[in-house]
C-alpha cells in the first residue's frame, strides 16, 4: 500500500491494547484476533500488531492467526532482535516496521535511531526484501534520521507523531513544521511515508494536512472508543474523521 504523496490515506489499525486488556487478567479474553476482524469490518484497511520481546500483550498465536486469517495488508511492529527477526521471516506479514524497543517502556518511545544501528538495520531490511517483505523504519522527523534510513534500504518511514500529539497550542505549530520537513525530504529521496503514535480522533486531522502521509497506523484511541462503542464502529468513525480532513481539510 505504501506509495509517495497522493490523496489517499489508509488507516493500520492497532490492535495491540486489545491484547493488553487480555493480559491484566492472564486469561483468553478479549481475543485481538477477533478485534482485527471487527476492525476489518469497520473499514481498516490494515491491520497493525506488535511482537514486543517479552510478549507482554501480542503472543506468537496472536500473531501466526492473524497471519493466516486477515485479508487486509499485516503490518509487524518489531525490534531488531534476531528471534523476532527469525519469526517474521518465517510467517512474511506484508509489511515490518522497525521499531526501538526498551522493557521498561509503557508504549514505543521516540524512533528508532538508524544512524548508530546502520549496518544491522541494513542488514535486516535486506533480510526481508529478499523475502518480499516491505521495510519501514519508525523515526523521530528529522532530516539526517531521514537520509540514514534511505541509506538502510528503507522503502518507507513512518514518522513518530507523538511530540505533535502531547504539545500544547503553542508548540503544536512547531511540531508539524518538523514532520511537513521530514516528510518532504522523504519523498524527494522516494521514501513513502506514513506516521502514527499518539493520534487520536482530535488530533489526526492535523497530520493529514500537514503531510499526506500514505497509511497512518493508530491503537489506543481507536480501542479506548471501542470499549464504548465497538470496534466496527470505532474504526467507521475514525476513517469518516480521516475522509473528512482529506475532503474538506477539516
Not at 486477515?70 to 509489511?95: C, F, H, Q, T
Request: proline content about 3%.
Amino acid at each position: 500500500m505504501a506509495g509517495k504523496g497522493t490523496d489517499v490515506c489508509f488507516l493500520g489499525v492497532n490492535v495491540d491494547h486489545v491484547a493488553t486488556l487480555r493480559q491484566a487478567r492472564r486469561t483468553y479474553e478479549p481475543d485481538p484476533v477477533w478485534a482485527a476482524v471487527e476492525a476489518q469490518l469497520g473499514g481498516a484497511d490494515l491491520i497493525t500488531i506488535h511482537l514486543r520481546e517479552d510478549r507482554r500483550h501480542i503472543c506468537d498465536r496472536d500473531l501466526r492467526l492473524m497471519a493466516r486469517t486477515v485479508s487486509v495488508p499485516l503490518n509487524l511492529e518489531m525490534s531488531l532482535n534476531e528471534g523476532i527477526v527469525r519469526i517474521a521471516l518465517e510467517l512474511k506479514p506484508a509489511m515490518v516496521t522497525l521499531v526501538p524497543e526498551r522493557r521498561e517502556e509503557i508504549t514505543t518511545e521516540g524512533g528508532l535511531d538508524v544512524q548508530s544501528r546502520l549496518e544491522h538495520i541494513r542488514d535486516v531490511a535486506g533480510r526481508f526484501r529478499e523475502k518480499g517483505v516491505k521495510v519501514s523504519l519508525f523515526i523521530d522527523p528529522h532530516i539526517d534520521q531521514v537520509d540514514a534510513s534511505c541509506e538502510a534500504g528503507a522503502e518507507i518511514v513512518e514518522l513518530h507523531t507523538g511530540s505533535y500529539a502531547t504539545a500544547g497550542s503553542e508548540r503544536e505549530i512547531g511540531e508539524l513544521e518538523k514532520l511537513t520537513r521530514a516528510a518532504a525530504h522523504a519523498r524527494e529521496a522516494e521514501l513513502a511515508v506514513n506516521a502514527g503514535h499518539g493520534l487520536t480522533y482530535n488530533n489526526v486531522g492535523g497530520v493529514i494536512r500537514a503531510i499526506m502521509p500514505r497509511e497512518l497506523h493508530i491503537g489506543h484511541s481507536i480501542v479506548s472508543r471501542s470499549v464504548f462503542l465497538g470496534m466496527k464502529v470505532a474504526v467507521k468513525e475514525m476513517k469518516e474523521v480521516i475522509n473528512r480532513a482529506l475532503v474538506f481539510g477539516v
